[in-house]
């Protein structure tokens, strides 16, 4: 079906009354072209002194009559262009200028009709949809408002809403096609999933720790959210984001509950097992695209065997969800990195110096990516790490230590970041500085583990050991 529709638009036209001069002719053109790729066919048809007049003026705009000229990359169909409508050919140094407005109320009514926040049918649909995800989420504070002691009946509540609501997604996602809704469900259903599970934790164990209550939150989201990724396949770089994210978080609670170490020391664990994790995103993006790479040959028979080209719209189509992938993965190891560091840094000592070590290391991975959103996934868990240190390390100490040793390095260090502004985009540095880089992301890499150790008290242990 998706085929034929799209064979269906290739193969649509419009009719359009072109005006060159004191000439005009009707054109049929392609409604899927950009105008840039029509311009060399119709030109012609007025003649060939006029496609030689075009290189001496800088080429020719189309524009409607009182309108900026067209964007020549958009195609007929994307600038709504109807059969029979009227445009002009002008040089693109002579453009036809804007119609004077005899009536003031009329011309200020077209602006308003067109300016950008004029409300529109796609945002009534918006309107609607926000009131109905707060109206159908409005049910999770009212099942905790029952309290713990109903989690016998309230959490068996939140389940069968969960899963009416997945099911309603699968329904509207696989039948109606309605991708944006199904993903609003399936979000739905995970707040009412995790409310029931940690309702019915409470109620079999009156007092859980906080570290089991979030591992059995975090299971049941991450088998909803599983769901979703089959139900609402469209959905699915959302929906991977979503898994890493509560995947880790769920992982840092089951470290906590098995091994009953404090919330600094379980999320120093975890952050490690993130940034062990970001070096395998790029090849499992890669393996989720759907692309794969031939073994390399060991024998001479071998050298044969997975010759055969790969179609271009195959490798330029997994390609763009290699890209996808890559930046839902790292941000979703950056959204659960983000509040594990900042707990971490608040803990003073050295779980503060393992947040800026780690910190430090995430600011220095960040520019191996080539995409922007990789980047700012993990310059934003930096960020939050230093900034949670700084504000820490203030609160601890007396007024001299906070003027001294917290606000005035980091105004210099403001200061020097505003001073990189214009100075550092489009340098081009010298080779050895990127090597220099490379040696202390290694470093910096290893150092994380004798801290960790530290921070798990380690040390301590041993030398308790020895008396």
């Not at 002719?25 to 066919?41: G, I, N, R, Y």
């Not at 949809?129 to 009212?142: E, K, M, S």
């Not at 983000?338 to 947040?355: E, Y």
Request: negative net charge.
């Amino acid at each position: 079906m998706a085929e034929e529709q799209t064979q269906t638009r290739t193969w649509t036209s419009a009719r359009l009354h072109l005006v060159l001069g004191d000439r005009a002719m009707d054109v049929a053109v392609p409604a899927e072209v950009p105008l840039v790729d029509l311009l060399p066919a119709v030109l012609p048809q007025f003649g060939a002194e006029t496609v030689e007049a075009g290189a001496e003026h800088e080429g020719w705009v189309v524009q409607r009559l009182g309108e900026p000229p067209l964007d020549e990359e958009l195609t007929a169909a994307q600038l709504d262009l109807h059969d029979g409508e009227t445009l002009h050919l002008r040089p693109r140094a002579e453009q036809l200028a804007g119609i004077d407005y005899d009536d003031i109320v009329a011309g200020a009514g077209e602006q308003v009709a067109a300016h950008p926040g004029v409300w529109t049918a796609t945002r009534t649909r918006g309107m609607l949809l926000t009131g109905a995800t707060v109206l159908l989420g409005l049910g999770v504070p009212l099942l905790w408002l029952a309290g713990p002691g109903a989690g016998v009946l309230t959490g068996p509540a939140g389940a069968l809403i969960a899963a009416a609501l997945l099911g309603v997604a699968a329904l509207v996602a696989r039948g109606a096609g309605d991708t944006v809704v199904g993903t609003v469900l399936v979000g739905l259903s995970v707040l009412y999933g995790a409310t029931a599970a940690v309702l019915v934790c409470l109620a079999l164990a009156p007092d859980p720790t906080p570290s089991t209550a979030l591992t059995v939150g975090g299971a049941v989201t991450v088998a909803i959210l599983a769901v979703g990724l089959v139900v609402v396949a469209d959905s699915a770089l959302l929906f991977a984001g979503a898994l890493t994210m509560t995947v880790i978080v769920t992982v840092a609670g089951l470290i906590g509950t098995l091994a009953g170490l404090a919330p600094a020391k379980t999320a120093a664990l975890t952050i490690v097992v993130t940034c062990v994790l970001q070096l395998f995103v790029s090849s499992l993006a890669f393996r989720l695209s759907g692309l794969s790479l031939p073994l390399l040959p060991t024998t001479p028979e071998q050298l044969g065997e997975n010759i055969d080209p790969v179609p271009q719209e195959v490798v330029v189509e997994r390609g763009t969800v290699t890209v996808g992938y890559t930046a839902a993965l790292h941000i979703g190891l950056g959204t659960a990195q983000t509040p594990l560091l900042v707990i971490v840094a608040l803990a003073g000592g050295w779980s503060t110096v393992f947040a800026v070590v780690t910190a430090l290391l995430l600011m220095l991975r960040s520019r191996h990516p080539g995409a922007s959103l990789p980047r700012w996934a993990m310059l934003v868990p930096a960020g939050s790490a230093v900034c949670a240190a700084v504000l820490g390390y203030g609160a601890r100490s007396g007024l001299t230590g906070l003027l001294l040793a917290t606000l005035l390095p980091t105004l210099a260090v403001g200061a020097g970041m505003l001073w990189l502004v214009d100075v550092m985009p489009g340098r081009r540095l010298q080779p050895y500085w990127g090597r220099a880089v490379d040696i202390l992301e290694t470093l910096t890499s290893v150092a994380m583990v004798p801290i960790l150790l530290a921070v798990l008290g380690v040390y301590a242990y041993m030398r308790g050991l020895s008396g």
